[in-house]
């Protein structure tokens, strides 16, 4: 049985993603931060449904905890999968906060930076010698980040972020394809409520209904090294598999330094 590690699980895309790969037959370690209710019922669900699931807390901002985290992923792998390794990673935990630039504080700046760039990037130092060669990375980004059109004012330190996200993706991808570790990232419209509004908080639920255009390659041919860790984008939001299928299917993995850029093939 693979593995995987999602974070901020307790709800929306991180919770419909833990639910998902579990469907795939993967052990599932979801994490959770301020909602441990959620992350529990996370598990809960997964293991009512014949999966296997462990919820642990998690606070993505703080860096300093990553090797405490680490220790404790150890733990869990040896108790409940008997191995030392995990195969995939989903860095999903994230929040959202709208205000104009001409408004934005150095707190919420430096807050989004820890939470969205600052924690995937050393979360995934820290357990990249806990992950398998041959496993795969998703990075949930957001459309605020890659559209050209239809900015929307009350954005520019979110979208920052998640545009730094797109860039660390792609060299991931470069840097982890020597062991054979796809990386991608998957993005959503940004948070909003019900009421159409942009939401303070993280992880709107997606809906099933929505279109998805990062559809799986088939090919069979050479990539160009700009498309190694690129962007699937869904419009309005991701659907419950997109992650699943984007771990399991949608990006070549390597690029050789000699020049050559070839794939290592699908999960």
């Not at 419950?240 to 050559?260: F, K, M, Q």
Request: with cysteine; proline share 6%.
């Amino acid at each position: 049985m693979k593995v995987a590690i999602i974070t901020g699980a307790s709800s929306g895309i991180g919770r419909s993603a833990a639910i998902e790969i579990a469907k795939g037959g993967n052990g599932v370690i979801l994490t959770y931060s301020t909602n441990p209710q959620g992350g529990l019922e996370t598990a809960a669900t997964i293991e009512k449904e014949g999966g296997t699931a462990v919820a642990l807390p998690l606070d993505v901002s703080e860096a300093g905890t990553f090797v405490a985290f680490r220790d404790r992923v150890s733990d869990v792998l040896r108790e409940t999968w008997q191995r030392d390794t995990f195969d995939y990673l989903v860095n999903n935990a994230g929040f959202a906060q709208t205000s104009l630039i001409e408004d934005t504080t150095e707190e919420t700046f430096d807050r989004l930076m820890r939470v969205l760039l600052k924690g995937p990037y050393f979360l995934t130092q820290k357990l990249l010698p806990l992950m398998a060669d041959g496993g795969a990375i998703v990075n949930t980004s957001s459309n605020s980040a890659t559209a050209a059109t239809g900015l929307e004012p009350g954005y520019s330190a979110y979208a920052s972020m998640k545009g730094g996200l797109d860039v660390l993706t792609r060299y991931m991808a470069k840097e982890f394809s020597t062991r054979g570790i796809r990386v991608n990232s998957v993005c959503s419209s940004a948070p909003r409520r019900a009421d159409g509004t942009a939401s303070p908080t993280s992880n709107s639920q997606p809906s099933p209904t929505s279109g998805w255009n990062g559809q799986p390659d088939h090919e069979s041919t050479h990539r160009p090294p700009q498309q190694l860790g690129r962007a699937m984008c869904a419009d309005p939001s991701l659907p419950p598999g997109s992650v699943r299928v984007a771990l399991r299917h949608a990006a070549w993995a390597s690029e050789l330094d000699d020049g050559h850029h070839g794939h290592r093939g699908f999960a």
